[in-house]
C-alpha cells in the first residue's frame, strides 16, 4: 500500500489503513527535503507503485496527480465509520473515523468524507470533493466536483451545490450555490463573483530546452498548478541535443525537435527554456508551426505594486520570488530567473535572461538580447543597449557599447585578448 502526498492528511490515513490492519509501504512526494514521515519512507519518483491513496488536502492537485497516476487506486473505510450498504464510494475516496454515508449516496473517485462528518441518504458527491470534519449534508444534497465543504458547514436538504466551490467553515447553506464560488456564513452566501476558485483551463504546454532551465521551468509549471488559478497541461520537452523519449527528471520525456515542434497538429503553448539570448532569439525565428502559442508563465509567488501601470507581452518566464514596482514595461521572450526586482519605470526589451538576484534601479532601459548575471545591478537611469553580457555580481553604472560584456565594480568592459 502507497500514499502519494506526505503531509498532515497523510497521517490520518495511515492511522486509518492500520486500524484496518493495513501497512503503508512508503510515500511519495514531490518534496526531496521529505525523506520519511511516521517512520515511513518517503519517495520522490514514483514508478509505477500500487495500490495507491493520494493523501493530499487540496482538491486541484489531488485531480492532477490522480490524471498523472495510471494505477490502481485504493479506497479506504475506517472501521469506526458507518458506510450504508448501498451507498457507492468511488476508486481513491476515503471515508475518515466516525463519518456517516447513508443510504442510496453516491460518492466519486478521490473523494475525502473527513473526520465525523455525515452525508446523509440519496446525496451525489462528485469527484475530488472534500466534505471537512463534523460538515453535515442533509439529503439529496448535490455536490459537484472538485468542491470543498468546510468543517461543521450544513447544508439543508436537496440543494445543489457547484463545482470548485469553497462552503467556508460553520456555513449554512440554504440555497443553491453557483459553480466556483466562494460563499459562507449562516445564511451562506456567495462572496466573490463566482470565478476566483475555479482554476482556469490553460491547455497543452511543453518545454523547449531540456537543461537545468528546462527542469526549473518545468517546476515552475507545477508550482502555478497548484496554486489553484491555472491549470496546464504539461505534455514534455522539445530538444534538439537528446532522442526522443528520454526521460528528463521526474517531469516528463523528450517529444522531439524542432521538425517534430513545426510538425504539431494540435494548439500547444511553448515555454523557450534556454539561457542564451542569442539563440533564444534564432529558436523562436525557427518556429513556424502557427498552431504554437507563447504564454507568460509566472510563478504565483511574483509581486507587482501597481497592476494597473504593468506592461507585459508574451512568452516571458518569471521565476519565484521576482518583484516590479510602478510603470514597468516588459516585451517578449525574457526570463527573470528568480529574485529579480526592478525599481520604477524601468522598461525591458525582448530575449533578455536575467540570472537570480538581477536588480534594475529605476528608469533604467534595456534592450534585447542582453544577458545579465547572478546578483549583478543597474543603477538607476542607465540604459542598456543590445547584446550586453553583464557579469556576476558587477555594478553597472554608465551606459555600456553594444555587443560587449562589462564586469567588476563599477562594472568595465571587458577585453578577451
Ligand atoms: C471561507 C474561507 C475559505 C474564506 O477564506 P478567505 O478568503 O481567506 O477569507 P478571509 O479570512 O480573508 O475573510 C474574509 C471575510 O470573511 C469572513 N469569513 C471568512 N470565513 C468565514 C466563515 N467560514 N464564516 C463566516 N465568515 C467568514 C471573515 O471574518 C472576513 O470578514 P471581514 O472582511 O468582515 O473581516 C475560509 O475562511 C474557511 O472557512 N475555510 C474553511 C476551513 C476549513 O473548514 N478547513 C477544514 C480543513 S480539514
Redesign the pocket.
Known amino acids: 500500500m502507497y500514499l502519494y502526498g506526505a503531509s498532515g492528511h497523510a497521517r490520518v490515513i495511515v492511522d486509518m489503513l492500520s486500524a484496518s490492519g493495513l501497512k503503508v509501504d512508503a510515500m511519495f512526494d514531490d518534496d526531496v527535503s521529505i525523506k520519511e514521515l511516521m517512520s515511513i519512507p518517503v519517495r520522490h519518483h514514483w514508478q509505477g507503485e500500487s495500490p495507491i491513496i493520494i493523501s493530499i ?1 487540496n482538491n486541484v492537485t489531488r485531480k492532477q496527480i490522480a490524471e498523472k497516476l495510471n494505477c490502481e487506486f485504493f479506497t479506504a473505510i475506517h472501521p469506526s465509520a458507518v458506510v450504508s450498504p448501498s451507498a457507492r464510494l468511488g476508486d481513491g475516496s476515503v471515508v475518515m473515523q466516525g463519518a456517516i454515508v447513508q443510504s442510496g449516496t453516491s460518492i466519486g473517485r478521490h473523494c475525502i468524507i ?1 473526520t465525523g462528518a455525515s452525508v446523509d441518504h440519496e446525496c451525489v458527491i462528485e469527484d475530488y470533493v ?1 466534505v ?2 463534523k460538515a453535515t449534508l442533509c439529503g439529496n444534497v448535490h455536490v459537484g466536483e472538485g468542491a470543498w465543504i ?2 461543521a458547514a450544513v447544508v439543508i436538504p436537496g440543494v445543489k451545490i457547484g463545482k470548485w466551490c ?1 462552503i ?4 449554512v447553506v440554504v440555497s443553491d450555490i453557483p459553480d466556483g464560488a ?1 460563499a ?2 449562516n445564511p451562506c452566501r456567495v ?1 466573490n463573483d463566482g470565478k476566483h476558485c475555479q482554476p482556469k483551463k490553460m491547455g497543452r504546454i511543453a518545454i523547449y530546452g531540456a537543461g537545468g532551465l528546462g527542469r526549473e521551468v518545468a517546476g515552475g509549471i507545477e508550482r502555478i498548478n497548484k496554486a489553484g488559478t491555472e491549470l496546464w497541461d504539461f505534455v514534455g520537452f522539445y530538444d534538439d541535443g537528446l532522442p526522443i523519449g528520454t526521460q528528463v527528471s521526474h517531469y516528463g520525456s523528450i517529444l522531439g525537435g524542432m521538425d517534430e515542434l513545426n510538425a504539431i497538429q494540435e494548439p500547444l503553448a511553448l515555454a523557450i527554456a534556454i539561457g542564451t539570448p542569442q539563440i533564444r532569439i534564432s529558436l523562436v525565428g525557427r518556429i513556424t508551426n502557427p498552431l504554437i502559442t507563447y504564454p507568460n508563465l509566472i510563478a504565483p509567488s511574483f509581486r507587482v505594486l501597481d497592476p494597473k501601470t504593468f506592461k507585459i507581452g508574451k512568452g516571458n518566464i518569471i521565476q519565484d520570488n521576482c518583484s516590479v514596482t510602478c510603470d514597468i514595461v516588459i516585451g517578449d521572450f525574457n526570463v527573470l530567473n528568480g529574485s529579480n526586482a526592478l525599481g520604477h519605470d524601468v522598461t525591458v526589451g525582448s530575449h533578455n535572461v536575467f540570472m537570480p538576484g538581477v536588480r534594475l534601479s529605476g528608469e533604467v532601459i534595456v534592450g534585447d538580447c542582453n544577458l545579465m548575471g547572478v546578483d549583478s545591478v543597474v543603477l538607476q537611469k542607465i540604459s542598456v543597449g543590445n547584446n550586453i553580457t553583464l557579469g556576476a555580481g558587477s555594478v553597472l553604472m554608465t551606459k555600456p557599447k553594444d555587443n560587449a560584456t562589462y564586469i567588476g565594480v563599477p562594472a568595465k568592459k571587458f577585453n578577451y585578448e
Open positions: 488536502g473527513n472534500h471537512s470534519p468546510g468543517a469553497t467556508g467553515a460553520g456555513s466562494i459562507y456564513g462572496r
